[in-house]
């Protein structure tokens, strides 16, 4: 079963747009990407969804290139409750399978 | 819309006791799912309900961990006996479905095991 792999840290300032860089290799051709937030003592959240292409909503751009082997989810003027660890899942099929996480910390 | 509901919200056991742990998903979301996260890593998949059906439990320990979901709607995750490595933060979540739905995720059961 393939894994994502994303980097275990990253930091910024408020106010700037943070990309985060996911690298899914052997995602199914049927299996979406998604990507959810969490932070200390709750369960993850449900950020943003997509297939190809890009995908767009109120909290996050997610970028995906046509060959599907990465994704990069897009934070547009992040502000210190922004500070959270952030997942790329791939679902392969019925499962959803998390990586380690990439730590994002937001400094002002 | 209220959320997945977990209790208890914190536990702690000595090793070898047994501990349950319960989940009321959303309402109408056919699909439960059980995790665990250990500090620092990202949740691990135990065990996948479709109603009150086992799609996959390929990842649950067997020999200690069980769970069931009673008429398609709660669900309950169990462990017994309990070993100092099962200290985690068990997560259930919901969904309609897979792909494009989305899961909703509680907010946990931390479990210390001492």
């Known amino acids: 079963l393939a894994k994502t792999t994303q980097p275990i840290s990253m930091d910024s300032y408020e106010g700037q747009e943070v990309n985060i860089t996911c690298s899914h290799n052997?995602?199914?051709?049927?299996?979406?990407i998604t990507w959810y937030q969490q932070f200390p003592s709750q369960g993850p959240r449900f950020i943003i969804q997509?297939?190809?292409t890009k995908v767009t909503n109120e909290v996050a751009s997610l970028f995906i290139p046509a060959d599907r082997k990465s994704s990069t989810l897009s934070l547009p003027r992040v502000s210190l409750s922004d500070t959270a660890v952030y997942y790329c899942?791939?679902?392969?099929?019925?499962?959803?399978?998390f990586g380690a996480g990439t730590i994002l910390r937001v400094k002002s | 819309e209220a959320g997945v509901a977990q209790s208890p919200r914190y536990k702690i056991i000595e090793k070898r006791q047994s501990v349950a742990f319960w989940c009321n998903p959303i309402?109408?979301?056919?699909?439960l799912y059980w995790y665990q996260q250990i500090l620092g890593q990202g949740p691990k998949l135990l065990i996948q309900?479709?109603?009150?059906?086992?799609?996959?439990d390929s990842q649950l320990p067997k020999d200690r961990f069980s769970a069931e979901r009673l008429k398609g709607v709660d669900s309950t995750l169990k462990i017994q006996p309990a070993k100092l490595e099962d200290s985690a933060v068990y997560l259930c979540?919901?969904?309609?479905?897979?792909?494009?739905?989305?899961?909703?995720f509680g907010s946990g059961t931390r479990l210390t095991v001492v």
């Open positions: 979540a919901s969904s309609l479905g897979t792909g494009i739905y989305g899961y909703t």
């Open positions: 899942l791939g679902e392969y099929g019925n499962k959803l399978v």
């Open positions: 309900f479709q109603n009150n059906g086992v799609v996959d």
């Open positions: 309402s109408g979301h056919a699909t």
């Open positions: 052997n995602i199914a051709t049927n299996d979406y």
């Open positions: 997509g297939y190809k």
